[in-house]
Structures are given as C-alpha cells and as structure tokens.
Nanobody
Framework: QVQLVESGGGLVQAGGSLRLSCAAS????????MAWYRQAPGKQRELVAR????????NYADSVEGRFTISTDNAKNTVYLQMNSLKPEDTAVYYC??????????WGQGTQVTVSS
C-alpha cells in the first residue's frame, strides 16, 4: 500500500488563502488520477478537484471553480490544492485521493480547513 501525507490545513479568515499538499510515501507508477475531496460535518464527502495525470485535464466542483487550483508534481508524486478567496462554507476536512493501476484507491488521513467569517 501507499501512504498519502497531507499538510497545509489550518484556520484562515474569509477571503484568505491556503495551499494543501499531499505527498505519497513512495514513487507510484501508473497513477491515473489525483484529487481532493472534502467532508463537512453532517455532510457527505464530495469531490473538490481532480486531475488526470496523463492529459492534465482538471475538473472542479461548481462551488470552487475559479477559486481553487489543483496541480501536481509528478516527479514527487505530490498533488497540491491552492485555495483562494476562501469562504466559511469551505470549512471541512480535506482528503487527497490517488488512483493508480498498481495500488488502486489510496486516501490521505485528512487535514482540517476552517474558514472564519
């Protein structure tokens, strides 16, 4: 299995920015997608952003389009989420997800993002 280690969460005021990082514990070949999900209290986990590594194609939830940017450093097997213009409704635990042919689905442990109004 592969461990995914997230960092960068924290407390920020509305309108502020945070950058989340997620690094794999080992080099992963055959990664197909890297993504960020989030789960707010009492709500289901939802997809925030996803990138297909072969094409660079990105997908975003409507609620974050234009404010969040997903990117990767393939050499480091790291995925980032730049979050700008944060809103209180962005408050959630953010999870990174990697799917690879060799290891299937892998999830990070989650990092808390809290946006105060």
């Amino acid at each position: 299995q592969v461990q995914l280690v997230e960092s960068g969460g924290g407390l920020v005021q509305a309108g502020g920015s945070l950058r989340l990082s997620c690094a794999a514990s080992r080099k992963i070949f055959s990664i197909t997608t890297m993504a960020w999900y989030r789960q707010a209290p009492g709500k289901q986990r939802e997809l925030v952003a996803r990138i297909t590594t072969s094409s660079g194609t990105t997908n975003y939830a409507d609620s974050v389009e234009g404010r969040f940017t997903i990117s990767t450093d393939n050499a480091k097997n790291t995925v980032y989420l730049q979050m700008n213009s944060l809103k209180p409704e962005d408050t959630a635990v953010y999870y990174c997800h990697v799917f690879s042919i060799n290891y299937g689905n892998n999830w990070g442990q989650g990092t808390q993002v809290t946006v105060s109004s």
